[in-house]
């Protein structure tokens, strides 16, 4: 099976920055026929798209980060990308990154963002 390992998470002041990364590791052929996406899930609220990026590198954005977010992929390395910028308490959560919508799909094991005030 393909399996995602996540890294980059961690403790941030609100205005600063981090950059998530995802690596999948399988069948290179097949990662990168597929789009990617990163969602994040805050304690007591449901899991939320971030951003997608398609096989092609069409993007798409939450609005409650667009113009600080920023995703993009290494289909050399398997790898996708979140920058995160400006961050705010309210970015606080784990954030998951999934490799494929659907059949087959595959997600990481999520890394902690905290954002302090």
């Known amino acids: 099976q393909v399996q995602l390992v996540e890294s980059g998470g961690g403790l941030v002041q609100a205005g600063g920055s981090l950059r998530l990364s995802c690596a999948a590791s399988?069948?290179?052929?097949?990662?990168?026929?597929?789009?990617w996406g990163w969602y994040r899930q805050a304690p007591g609220k449901q899991r939320e798209l971030v951003a997608t990026?398609?096989?092609?590198?069409?993007?798409n954005y939450a609005d409650s980060v667009k113009g600080r977010f920023t995703i993009s992929r290494d289909n050399a390395k398997s790898t996708v990308y979140l920058q995160m910028n400006s961050l705010t308490p309210e970015d606080t959560a784990v954030y998951y990154c999934?490799?494929?919508?659907?059949?087959?799909?595959?997600w990481g094991q999520g890394t902690q963002v905290t954002v302090s005030s």
């Open positions: 399988g069948s290179v052929s097949v990662i990168n026929t597929v789009g």
């Open positions: 999934r490799l494929g919508s659907g059949f087959p799909e595959y």
């Open positions: 990026i398609s096989s092609a590198g069409n993007t």
